[in-house]
């Protein structure tokens, strides 16, 4: 069966209120609350930016599901030692029940506290030497040392370290992020679906893994979806708007100001808008939406809610939604 998860957008609600949100989302059945990790948002206006390892310390002591990052940049400001430190303490605080979300990152969180913003096979390399300096602080309780491209160690050591690691889930857009993800992580995010999902990205996950001599099977896979609910679809429609950014290949450019980004949004068309969200007017269409995505090969749909009202939402998948699937 697909798990139904919360995304907890920190750029769209306070801190404070996606605490509420996290409560409610557990109350109504999801499985897991992942949070996004960045510096700056996707958007300026009515924005918020909270801090995702502060909240994440908060959020175990409100909802008992497992949580996670989706994701955290494994780029410049972040040092993979520091990384591995921090959920290695929200690990032992929260019964095990972590997940560090890793990617290549985006320019939003380097550019605008003066890091350089490189090219993809740099930030892949990154992303593979965070993945290689994590694991190793986990897993060795020797002093480690990493002489690596981008980021080293010199007698390094976690003294506080929970009974069982975190899970690793990388997230990856395409087959090169993808074999990092098969060889170093538990799962996959991504945002890719339908045909390029099924025909290209699932099937190079598998491959990368049988190669690297891991078991494809174990690997999870989670799509995250921005999802609106209305009884009107127009109103479900029209509170997509601060995420239509994201059809415009943003993940890709070098963009870090939110007033850019956002202009970038407004030339979204509509059929862009609907293809990319889950926007819906009716519980069967949710869950129709969801158990489609099950079957191509989705363990987890994570489902980001910024619809008019946050609360109806939550109480539609609770009373109609998850008991259905």
Known sequence: MVSVDYMAHQEQYSPS????????????????????????PWFHTDAEAGFAWSWMGAAGERVDVPLGTCVTPATGHYHPGVVAQAFATLQEMNDERVILGLSTGEAMNETPLGFDWPEYPERRDRLEESLEIITRLWDED????????????????LYTKPETRPEIHVAANGPSTARLAARYADGFITVIKDEEFTDRLHPAVRRYAEEAGNDPDAIETTLLVIASYADDYEDAYEATRPWWATTQNVFDRAMANPRDIEREGEKATREQVESKFLIADSP???????????????????????????ERFFEVMGDEVVPSL
């Open 142 to 157: 020797e002093f480690v040392d990493y002489d690596g491209d981008r980021f080293r160690l010199n007698d390094a050591r």
């Open 17 to 40: 209120e996606l605490l509420d949100y996290a409560e409610l989302a557990a109350d109504a059945g999801f499985d897991l609350v992942w949070t996004s990790d960045h510096f700056h």
């Open 284 to 310: 069967e269409e949710v869950a129709a939406k969801i158990e489609g995505w099950s079957e191509m090969g989705f363990d987890r749909v994570a489902l980001a809610n910024t619809s008019p009202d946050p």
